[in-house]
């Protein structure tokens, strides 16, 4: 028929001539970054993702956290340092992977377990199980999480240290927030955020072992406006912005 024109028919058993053949070597693609919208739409939306289907439909309209805690969830997790931004992506720090190695397998971590108690308030509100049983089951949780995380134990943080410029004796200890020095009769403290900017262990080293860094782009001023500059020592060791100058490499 007109239909059948150009459609190729094989017979069972026949054999058909390979005239080409190739190989092709792909890549499989990780999942993209979280993003914050991103993340919060993972979490209102987790309970689809849970295995066991009766945990699931009892589950299917929740997620971790509520509208109203979820971005706060977010906030929390900065302020204790287990994420950072990296542009618009959200990446563990090396605090939060090790939170994580450590409570992925606790039931701290479990998130089916809300669907389990969904499902188990449920059968409650249809007087098909005792409100005893569940606060039982809740009791026997609770002494099982606190047993695990009380067993965890956390490695010493590491620290980077730097000749102190100032007294020439001490050691300036690298922290997460604050870089300062070890020689109590120094006093030598340097926050690491300067205005909207966090100095870098690149900066600090800069900083400490030339007196300034090198010209920092995108501070934001109390009025909004942006500039650069470098952060510098003054002669008191106080931290102050230093302006490059603007008639220097200008021809004459």
């Known amino acids: ?25 792909r890549k499989t693609m990780p999942k993209p970054l979280y993003t914050e919208a991103t993340l919060l739409a993972a979490m209102e939306t987790c309970g689809r993702n849970i295995t066991d289907e009766k945990a699931k439909e009892a589950m299917k309209e929740l997620g971790i956290g509520t509208p109203a805690t979820r971005a706060a969830i977010i906030t929390t997790l900065f302020k204790r340092d287990y994420i950072e931004r990296s542009g618009k992506a959200l990446v563990p720090t090396e605090k939060g992977l090790y939170i994580y190695e450590a409570v992925k397998d606790m039931q701290v971590a479990n998130v089916e377990l809300t669907g389990s108690w969904e499902k188990t308030l449920l059968q409650i509100e249809q007087h098909t199980l005792e409100t005893r049983s569940f606060m ?13 995380v009380l067993g965890l134990k956390f490695p010493a943080p590491k620290q980077h240290s730097l000749p102190c410029p100032k007294c020439g004796t001490g050691k300036v200890m690298i922290r997460p927030k604050v870089a300062k020095c070890d020689n109590l009769d120094c006093g030598l403290l340097v926050f690491r955020k300067v205005l909207n900017k966090e100095l870098n262990e690149q900066h600090l080293e800069q900083l400490f072992s030339s007196g300034a860094t090198k010209l920092i782009k995108g501070f934001k001023g109390k009025k909004g406006n942006s500039f650069d500059a470098a952060v510098a020592f003054d002669d008191e060791f106080n931290v102050t912005l230093a302006f490059p100058d603007k008639k220097r490499g200008k021809k004459r």
């Not at 028929?1 to 070597?25: D, H, L, M, S, W």
């Not at 039982?136 to 695990?148: A, L, P």
Request: no cysteine; hydrophobic share 25%.
């Open 136 to 148: 039982h089951s809740i009791e026997s949780f609770t002494s099982q999480v606190t047993r695990e």
């Open 1 to 25: 028929t007109e239909a059948n024109k150009g459609t190729a028919r094989f017979a069972e058993g026949e054999q058909i001539p390979v005239t080409g053949y190739g190989t092709a070597q």
